[in-house]
């Protein structure tokens, strides 16, 4: 497209668990995006998914096709963005975060260590979804 975006599918995983992954996220085997700031060239993503301005993705995080990510996120080791799912600006997503296909989290959001957001699920803007926590549903600020 001429942006100097290369289009490929990096390989870190197993092909048995990306193969299941890639069931579950709903998606067939699409390509995902790994960026590795360290990694001297620019980041490797397919054009359909779109990353904002001072975001951080860990170099083992796994973003699935067509996910959006918006500015100043941080996505933490091991943690995996689901197909079409939208992370909203400043959100901070810790280690081992699982956010699944067509879930979306609010702007401000903290996803803690281990915590799963599920497909379809609305987190809330500046939400604290706590470690090892299963968000199911979309919450008003009210509700715990």
């Known amino acids: 497209m001429g942006f100097g975006i290369t289009t490929t599918a990096p390989y870190s995983m197993k092909p048995s668990i990306a193969?299941?992954?890639?069931?579950?996220?709903?998606?067939?085997?699409?390509?995902?995006?790994?960026?590795?700031?360290?990694?001297?060239?620019?980041?490797?993503?397919?054009?359909?998914?779109?990353?904002?301005?001072?975001?951080?993705?860990?170099?083992?995080?796994?973003?699935?096709?067509?996910?959006?990510?918006?500015?100043?996120?941080?996505?933490?080791p091991d943690s995996t963005i689901g197909a079409d799912s939208r992370i909203g600006d400043g959100t901070h997503i810790a280690k081992d975060v699982v956010v699944w296909a067509n879930a979306v989290v609010g702007n401000g959001a903290t996803l803690g260590v281990g915590s799963q957001v599920m497909d379809w699920a609305k987190v809330p803007d500046n939400w604290v979804v706590e470690a090892g926590e299963m968000f199911l549903r979309e919450r008003s600020s009210n509700q715990n």
């Open 19 to 76: 193969q299941r992954l890639s069931k579950i996220m709903r998606t067939d085997a699409l390509p995902r995006v790994h960026i590795n700031p360290d990694g001297g060239k620019g980041p490797e993503l397919d054009y359909r998914v779109t990353v904002g301005r001072g975001t951080y993705i860990d170099p083992s995080a796994v973003v699935f096709t067509g996910a959006r990510i918006g500015d100043n996120v941080i996505i933490g």
